[in-house]
């Protein structure tokens, strides 16, 4: 075995490799041995027929193809360890000459990362305001979940909730055609067709009326793009929307112990807040991520970005799956999905997931955060403390494994990260306050990881 020729592109390293003829001999020999075993040759048992009848039964290519399973795996690790090249992950292999056997070996690297100078990364999430009109939203929003129909005698009115007989053709052909059907009168709606309920709006009870529509050229239901749909209808009864009033007693109505409206519009306000701040956070840490990414330079092996696709796509399909009612109904959605589409959607967030990933463990070791196993057992003991007793235990030894350990593990220092990055980016002084604290940071941490372990 000899290696020929040597390049490095990005994480990878490219080795066009020769096997010398006593290895591959060997090697097809051995092969001989499996085949001869599971091969029916007329005139032989099985197992005894020579070798050259066995190729000349098979074909010499079926041969090499069977002797090349056992030699390509370790003739390329010899190379590996010739070259001393580690590889980070299984090598991709391809053979390109029989006779000599001659292949090409694509070696994946471990990944490069230069984190730029993200102690200069400065951002705050963006302050909350919580607007009256939106809070009013809400309550209105209430009111109408509370709200009662009653008949009107009067013509109808937008928001109007109207019983009509409904006749209706396209070319003649029987369109819609319904008795005491209902209708939400609402001007903005397209139902069912756009301006239909412009046209019932100010007729009375018993009022009739025969009109045209037409669909848009572009409507979303191609059958029905640029149609002439022509209604006969006749209104038989308006209902109009009557909504409790704003007060202590509709607070009370809604059975979330608010007992006064004040208590009902502080509440509403709060959990608003609350929300908005929880999506503040969110978009503040997507930035600064954003920002380490785009100031870092990050080279990895297209391995690595395979392997997260794939779990782009598990994700994907569970989430399928879950949507669906059976296989069957899953594998006819699964049948119309285009590929290449989906691939076109997730390779670029698997890109900036692995991205992501990379940079935020390169910042871990740079900053020099560990996770003790004090911090895990602690993490642990808030997870089961909303266990009920009687199942801790067994929930318990679910936690303690080595896979389980390893998971929170890799969890709790990715929020520890996370943090450390979100109080850079907040710091007000210079870098180097941010290193001092950092400093003490670290020395506290290995403190207490000491006396756990006393």
Known sequence: MKVTEKQFEACEALLTVELDSDAMESAMDTAYQRLVKRTDIPGFRKGKAPRPILERFIGRERLIEES??????????????????????????????????????????????????????????????????????????????????????????????????????????RFINQKSAQFGIDEKSNYPAPGFSQEIIGLSRDGEKTFKLK???DFAKVELAGKEPEFKIKVVEIKEEKMPPADDEFAASLDVETPTFDTL???????????????AEEAFENNIVDQLVKMSTIEFPSNLLEMEYERLVNQQMDKWRSQMSSEAELEEFLAKVNPEELSSKLKPMAETRLKISLALGKL???????VGDDEINAEIAVMLSSVPEDQRDNQMRQFDTAQAREQLHQILLSRKTLDRLK????STGDSASADLEMTAENKESTENKEEATQ
């Not at 109080?423 to 907040?426: E, Y």
């Open 215 to 217: 669909y848009p050229d």
């Open 364 to 370: 871990a070791t740079s900053e020099n955060l560990t």
């Open 68 to 173: 090349l399973e056992d030699v390509l795996p370790k003739a390329c690790a010899d190379a590996l360890k010739e070259e001393q090249i580690q590889s980070f992950g299984r090598p991709g292999i391809e053979v390109i000459q029989n006779d000599p056997i001659i292949f090409k070996a694509r070696v994946p690297l471990p990944p490069k990362i230069e984190l730029g100078d993200y102690k200069t990364i400065r951002m705050s999430p963006e302050t909350v305001e919580v607007k009256e009109d939106v809070i009013d939203s809400m309550i209105e929003h209430l009111r109408h979940e509370k709200a009662t129909w009653e008949p009107a005698d009067r013509p109808v009115k937008n928001g109007d909730l109207v019983t009509l007989d409904l006749e209706s053709n396209i070319d003649g052909i």
């Open 265 to 279: 519009r502080q509440r509403l306000t709060e959990n608003y807040r609350k929300r908005m701040e929880h999506l």
């Open 423 to 426: 109080a850079i980016a907040m």
